[in-house]
């Protein structure tokens, strides 16, 4: 197996386990509370002891575990792949109609279904069955309240999966300083039970205005199907609706789920972001520049925070690092590492300055020169006696390599000529709207992956302000002005998105987070030169620096960089 999908899935395999453990002890404060007898407290506990015990809580539980290892399966899908790149509106669409969302949202709507019975029938409520005994008739009927139930649960799955992976990004939030996991739980407990409640209300809101428009046709269809007679009043009007109370349970159940699949990403994001330690040499295992390597997957997140967790209390490791090959004597691990983290940081910083150069105007040229429509004189031919030279193998052979050359010209031309009808066709107000490039969105999608540049730029600034004392071969210092340049181009790149007056309003971001994780790469990366420059400053001048990084540095050197 891939050691990438060897790390996540072991981590994955232990959340779920976390998960179904919180899940039962969800449904027993279910089953406890809902036989509440406050009268008769000995009844009360041995009825929740025995039900908790029970076949039936048994079944349900690994009805949950399977619930679970679907949520899981949903969650791996979308942690372990990159971030798609949808910068036109057009490609944001179709991105909604792709293969792996329509498998997600179908997932998403039975484990809502699935949810909902279980916990409808935990409560022991008689809304588990689509038929009943008429009491007028002579046959069965139809309850509509556990229709009107099943499809809410569909409907709350599908609105979850909506508002969580289609209109708001999914990522990993990474704390900056890991706690215990039951500490994490203990702390995250209220807000989950709170934002359950909450966030319940507006999606029975709209699931009611929903019914009451086209509850009949699936009403329709089911007592069709099964052959089932109507004696009770139809739930799509008003009046019977608030008058029978099923709008109170489907909001109960709501709020279970909803505290149910919080508290599954909750306990999912506690244990895949937990910090994992990597060696700087093996030939078994994965090493830190490897792991670092993989920045676009889930092993590039781990390695670029155990660079900085390393770089700050690990000791053992750093010695590691400042040591040379044997035999040799190259600072083979540095160099791997360096290069690694350069990569990073230079890659981020070439899509900023990309970002940022689509603020300079675009001129199309209307009548581009072309090199190849030049007149050439015609050559003058030679008759009598003189040989012709018109047939030497040397000329034919620069004539061919003329032809070519001329066909690539035309190739070329013909080939900017279409870039040029592209561009215009592009300009059009309504193909531009929806074929044209949104650079808030793509500099969002950009924002969304700092957190191991973030990493790298901390980790290489304390390593190298370490390598000061523990460095006895001063493999670090060598490359101290490759690490500072890096650091301020970065630094000049994000200054442009921030100063007022710079961007343009394309690139002004209304989103929280994107504007949260700018701010914070920010600090970062002025965390990072300080840490350098401070520690530097009685060297500062004798480490070779363009002249443009030394102008540079002079703010974070006096200090008066904010």
Same mark, same amino acid.
């Given at each position: 197996? $891939?050691?990438?999908?060897?790390?996540?899935?072991?981590?994955?395999?232990?959340?779920?386990?976390?998960?179904?453990?919180?899940?039962?002890?969800?449904?027993?404060?279910?089953?406890?509370?809902?036989?509440?007898?406050?009268?008769?407290?000995?009844?009360?506990?041995?009825?929740?002891?025995? $039900?908790?015990?029970?076949?039936?809580?048994?079944?349900?539980?690994?009805?949950?575990?399977? &619930?679970?290892?679907?949520?899981?399966?949903?969650?791996?899908?979308?942690?372990?792949?990159?971030?798609?790149?949808? %910068?036109?509106?057009?490609?944001?669409?179709?991105?909604?109609?792709?293969?792996?969302?329509?498998?997600?949202?179908?997932?998403?709507?039975?484990?809502?279904?699935?949810?909902?019975?279980?916990?409808?029938?935990?409560?022991?409520?008689?809304?588990?069955?689509?038929?009943?005994?008429?009491?007028? @008739?002579?046959?069965?009927?139809?309850?509509?309240?556990?229709? %009107?139930?099943?499809?809410?649960? =569909?409907?709350?799955?599908?609105?979850?999966?909506?508002?969580?992976?289609?209109?708001?990004?999914?990522?990993?939030?990474?704390?900056?300083?890991?706690?215990?996991?039951?500490?994490?739980?203990?702390?995250?407990?209220?807000?989950?039970?709170?934002?359950?409640?909450?966030?319940?209300?507006?999606?029975?809101?709209? @699931?009611?205005?929903?019914?009451?428009?086209?509850?009949?046709?699936?009403?329709?269809?089911?007592?069709? &199907?099964?052959?089932?007679?109507?004696? $009770?009043?139809?739930?799509?009007?008003?009046?019977?609706?608030?008058?029978?109370?099923?709008?109170?349970?489907?909001?109960?159940?709501?709020?279970?789920?909803?505290?149910?699949?919080?508290?599954?990403?909750?306990?999912?994001?506690?244990?895949?972001?937990?910090? =994992?330690?990597?060696?700087?040499?093996?030939?078994?295992?994965?090493?830190?520049?490897?792991?670092?390597?993989?920045?676009?997957? %889930?092993?590039?997140?781990?390695?670029?925070?155990?660079?900085?967790?390393?770089?700050?209390?690990?000791?053992?490791?750093?010695?590691?690092?400042?040591?040379?090959?044997?035999?040799?004597?190259?600072?083979?691990?540095?160099?791997?590492?360096?290069?690694?983290?350069?990569?990073?940081?230079? $890659?981020?910083?070439?899509?900023?300055?990309?970002?940022?150069?689509?603020?300079?105007?675009?001129?199309?040229?209307?009548?581009?020169?072309?090199?190849?429509?030049?007149?050439?004189?015609?050559?003058?031919?030679?008759?009598?006696?003189?040989?012709?030279?018109?047939?030497?193998?040397?000329?034919?052979?620069?004539?061919?390599?003329?032809?070519?050359?001329?066909?690539?010209?035309?190739?070329?031309?013909?080939?900017?000529?279409?870039?040029?009808?592209?561009?215009?066709?592009?300009?059009?107000?309504?193909?531009?709207?929806?074929?044209?490039?949104?650079?808030?969105?793509?500099?969002?999608?950009?924002?969304?992956?700092?957190?191991?540049?973030?990493?790298?730029?901390?980790?290489?600034?304390?390593?190298?302000?370490?390598?000061?004392?523990?460095?006895?071969?001063?493999?670090?210092?060598?490359?101290?002005?490759?690490?500072?340049?890096?650091?301020?181009?970065?630094?000049?790149?994000?200054?442009?998105?921030?100063?007022?007056?710079?961007?343009?309003?394309?690139?002004?971001?209304?989103?929280?987070?994107?504007?949260? =994780?700018?701010?914070?790469?920010?600090?970062?990366?002025?965390?990072?030169?300080?840490?350098?420059?401070?520690?530097?400053?009685?060297?500062?001048?004798?480490?070779?620096?363009?002249?443009?990084?030394?102008?540079?540095?002079?703010?974070?050197?006096?200090?008066?960089?904010?």
């Amino acid at each position: 197996m $891939d050691v990438t999908c060897d790390i996540f899935s072991k981590r994955l395999i232990i959340s779920v386990l976390w998960n179904i453990g919180l899940q039962a002890v969800i449904a027993v404060m279910l089953v406890g509370f809902i036989q509440i007898d406050i009268l008769h407290p000995v009844s009360w506990i041995s009825s929740s002891i025995n $039900d908790v015990f029970g076949w039936k809580m048994s079944i349900n539980i690994v009805l949950l575990g399977l &619930v679970s290892f679907f949520q899981a399966y949903i969650y791996g899908c979308y942690y372990v792949k990159p971030l798609p790149k949808y %910068f036109t509106r057009f490609s944001m669409f179709l991105s909604l109609f792709c293969t792996q969302n329509i498998i997600f949202s179908i997932l998403y709507a039975l484990s809502g279904y699935f949810t909902m019975s279980l916990y409808s029938s935990l409560a022991k409520s008689n809304f588990n069955t689509l038929k009943k005994i008429c009491e007028n @008739y002579d046959g069965q009927c139809l309850l509509e309240q556990s229709l %009107f139930l099943q499809m809410g649960g =569909m409907w709350m799955g599908l609105y979850y999966f909506l508002n969580a992976h289609i209109f708001s990004p999914t990522t990993l939030t990474f704390p900056h300083i890991y706690q215990d996991k039951f500490q994490q739980i203990k702390l995250a407990i209220h807000s989950i039970l709170s934002c359950g409640f909450k966030n319940s209300i507006i999606p029975v809101v709209y @699931y009611c205005i929903f019914y009451y428009f086209w509850g009949h046709k699936p009403r329709n269809v089911v007592s069709d &199907v099964y052959g089932l007679y109507l004696e $009770d009043k139809p739930l799509d009007n008003i009046l019977n609706l608030f008058g029978s109370g099923i709008w109170i349970g489907l909001w109960f159940y709501t709020s279970l789920f909803l505290i149910s699949v919080y508290a599954m990403r909750t306990v999912f994001n506690i244990v895949l972001t937990e910090p =994992m330690k990597f060696p700087i040499e093996s030939s078994k295992k994965l090493t830190l520049h490897k792991a670092i390597a993989q920045k676009s997957q %889930f092993n590039g997140y781990l390695g670029t925070q155990d660079l900085k967790i390393m770089s700050l209390t690990d000791t053992v490791r750093r010695k590691e690092i400042f040591t040379l090959s044997q035999p040799g004597g190259h600072p083979r691990n540095w160099n791997n590492l360096l290069q690694e983290c350069l990569k990073i940081v230079n $890659d981020f910083s070439k899509e900023l300055d990309s970002i940022n150069g689509d603020m300079k105007p675009v001129e199309i040229e209307m009548l581009p020169k072309r090199p190849g429509s030049s007149i050439t004189p015609k050559s003058t031919l030679y008759t009598g006696n003189l040989r012709n030279m018109a047939y030497s193998p040397q000329l034919h052979e620069l004539k061919e390599h003329n032809k070519n050359k001329s066909e690539d010209t035309l190739l070329s031309a013909i080939k900017e000529e279409f870039n040029i009808l592209v561009q215009r066709i592009r300009q059009k107000p309504g193909i531009s709207y929806l074929f044209g490039e949104l650079t808030d969105t793509r500099l969002k999608f950009l924002l969304m992956q700092a957190q191991p540049v973030m990493w790298t730029c901390e980790g290489l600034a304390f390593i190298a302000a370490a390598s000061l004392k523990e460095d006895k071969y001063g493999v670090v210092q060598t490359d101290l002005p490759i690490v500072i340049s890096t650091l301020i181009n970065l630094k000049q790149n994000l200054d442009k998105l921030t100063k007022p007056g710079l961007v343009p309003r394309k690139h002004i971001l209304n989103d929280s987070f994107a504007l949260k =994780m700018k701010s914070a790469l920010l600090s970062s990366v002025k965390l990072s030169i300080y840490k350098i420059v401070i520690t530097f400053s009685k060297y500062i001048h004798e480490i070779p620096l363009d002249p443009d990084v030394q102008i540079a540095i002079q703010p974070f050197l006096i200090c008066k960089e904010a």
